[in-house]
């Protein structure tokens, strides 16, 4: 099994930019969530999902889409970039082990906005 | 919704001596709290993690515990070596929405 892969490694995007983040898994992991990670702030969930056609904010939001049209994918849109979003952002996938949800993290994207 | 309290931090030990990094936590309904270690440039992985219904785990050098009372919870790792270097993230779930909450991570350098 690969995991969870996450597509483009690094990314460099200009203010008003946009661009989609791709995140997929060979697990067959019901649930899905992207994070994306700062200096002195850990991890802080954006969005998340708990199935195909399933999603739901999360902790930061604003400024991000996603959508998940098969349990394997679960791509992240930056409609319009703002170099705030300059981050590293990760995907992780989970599934229920007796009611909790062991998450499993891909390898990052680190995101440059300028 | 849940708030996960880790100081931001660096923890310098001597190799082989023990390291413990302590969390908070503030929903009282929270059930699941893993602990993910990040080496430089690397992505989490979990080492550990430990249920509501239990008060310790222990696996090979590194140990949680949870105090449910207190609301507080602690990674220790005994006889440190060079590669426990790394950011150590504690996190906390309710379990039945898939969401974890993470602290802000510490820093733990062993020297050698």
């Known amino acids: 099994n690969a995991g969870v892969t996450q597509t483009p490694k690094f990314q460099v995007l200009k203010t008003g930019q946009s661009m989609t983040l791709q995140c997929a898994q060979d697990?067959?992991?019901?649930?899905m969530s992207w994070y994306r990670q700062d200096p002195g702030m850990g991890l802080r969930l954006i969005h998340y999902?708990?199935?195909?056609?399933?999603?739901d904010q999360g902790e930061v939001p604003n400024g991000y889409n996603v959508s998940r049209s098969t349990t394997e994918d679960f791509p992240l849109r930056l409609l319009s970039a703002a170099p705030s979003q300059t981050s590293v952002y990760f995907c992780a996938s989970s599934y229920s082990n007796k009611g909790v949800y062991e998450q499993y993290f891909g390898p990052g994207t680190r995101l440059t906005v300028t | 919704g849940e708030n996960v309290e880790q100081h931001p931090s660096t923890l310098s030990v001597q190799e082989g001596d023990s390291a413990v990094i302590k969390c908070t936590y503030s929903d009282s309904a929270s059930n699941y709290f893993p602990w993910y270690k990040q080496e430089l440039g690397k992505r989490p992985q979990l080492i550990i993690d430990i249920r509501s219904n239990v008060g310790e785990k222990k696996d090979q050098r590194i140990a949680v515990t949870l105090n449910k009372t207190a609301k507080h919870f602690s990674l220790h790792i005994t006889e440190t070596q060079p590669e426990d270097s790394a950011v150590y993230f504690c996190?906390?779930?309710?379990?039945?929405?898939?969401?974890?909450?993470f602290g802000k991570g510490n820093q733990v350098v062993v020297i050698p």
């Open positions: 996190a906390a779930s309710t379990g039945g929405n898939n969401r974890l909450a």
């Open positions: 697990m067959n992991h019901e649930y």
């Open positions: 999902s708990v199935g195909a056609g399933i999603t």
